[in-house]
């Protein structure tokens, strides 16, 4: 059995990728092989496939026979077709000049094609994802038109009801008012005193209603003046405060340049004390970055004591599971 150009499967379920592999005829699909020359991808679009070009033309020439898919895999990247001009070029049919030439100019055709297919695909998806958006927008409009109808159904009602209320008050305060003026003509038809009381009572009635609805509306406007004026008060309280805190800055801010123009005074008077104070400043700046240090050190120390009984509890979890399997 001469040796072929196959594919070897990998990947997982539902989605495989391939590598491009010589082998012989006799051993399984994905069993030994002499070389790998490549791999394909056929989910991606276009395939996605890496192969090299000399590894493969050399096999080719030297009788490896390829797969119906390794063959359009060639046929795609133009192995074939270059191996085709090579036969010209050995039966003296062509130079290899003419050879060249006429792959690369293969090569510019295919490329072309395969960068217009790329934007077709790129339309398409952007076409789909333009469509999808479209029918979203819709379905959103659609939602809140709905709403809206129901929203102005319920408005409607509402105030139907309202209407409805309003009436049967009526009808039963006029009611009631002409059960009282029939009551008063039976008792004393004659007197009419009664009914001019009640005649005047009626719209004296009205005039306290107003009063009372004016007598609220003055305690809400003063409520709401009560609350500006304490929120104004707050802000200014903050603005007071701000101030004060700038104050007691530029004083801090002073007091330092003071202390420096002293320290620099006494430094100029002094050079030694100047050189003392640098040399325990310099030992103070030391001491902290020995502090600092032995702290990094103790918390290494306490990180791997932490780790160790990390690893010692999962092996006693690890020996715990051995014992009961």
């Not at 003296?92 to 072309?112: I, M, P, R, S």
């Not at 333009?130 to 109808?149: P, T």
Request: aromatic share 4%; no cysteine; proline share 3%.
């Amino acid at each position: 059995m001469p040796t072929k150009i196959r594919l070897q499967r990998r990947g997982k379920k539902g989605q495989p990728f391939y590598h491009i592999v010589i082998a012989d005829g006799r051993a399984p699909r994905d069993g030994k092989f002499i070389e790998k020359i490549g791999t394909y991808n056929p989910l991606t679009k276009p395939a996605d496939i890496d192969i090299l070009f000399d590894r493969a033309l050399y096999w080719l020439q030297s009788g490896a026979q390829p797969t119906d898919t390794v063959r359009t895999i060639l046929s795609y990247k133009g192995i074939i077709y270059k191996n085709h001009l090579q036969k010209g070029v050995t039966k003296g049919a062509l130079t290899q000049e003419q050879a060249d030439a006429k792959f690369d100019t293969w090569l510019k055709d295919k490329e072309e094609k395969i960068a217009s297919k790329v934007n077709e695909s790129e339309q398409e998806k952007r076409g789909e994802a333009k469509k999808r958006l479209d029918a979203e927008k819709k379905i959103s409009e659609d939602r809140a038109k709905d709403l809206a109808e129901k929203r102005m159904a319920e408005l409607k009602a509402e105030e139907a009801e309202k209407v409805k209320a309003a009436t049967a008050d009526a009808e039963e305060t006029a009611e009631e008012g002409a059960e009282t003026t029939g009551e008063v003509a039976v008792e004393e038809p004659k007197a009419e005193t009664p009914v001019e009381e009640a005649k005047a009572e009626t719209p004296v009635e009205e005039p306290k209603v107003e009063e009372e609805a004016k007598m609220e509306e003055v305690k809400e406007e003063a409520k709401e003046e009560k609350k500006a004026e304490a929120k104004e008060e707050v802000k200014e309280e903050v603005k007071e405060e701000a101030k004060t805190e700038d104050v007691e800055k530029k004083e801090v801010i002073e007091d330092k340049a003071e202390t420096k123009e002293e320290k620099k005074v006494e430094a100029k008077e002094d050079p030694k004390k100047e050189a003392k104070e640098e040399v325990k400043e310099d030992a103070k700046e030391e001491a902290n970055v020995e502090d600092v240090e032995k702290k990094e050190v103790v918390e290494d120390k306490k990180e791997e004591a932490k780790a160790e009984e990390v690893k010692e509890t999962e092996e006693k979890k690890d020996d715990e599971k051995k014992a009961e399997k």
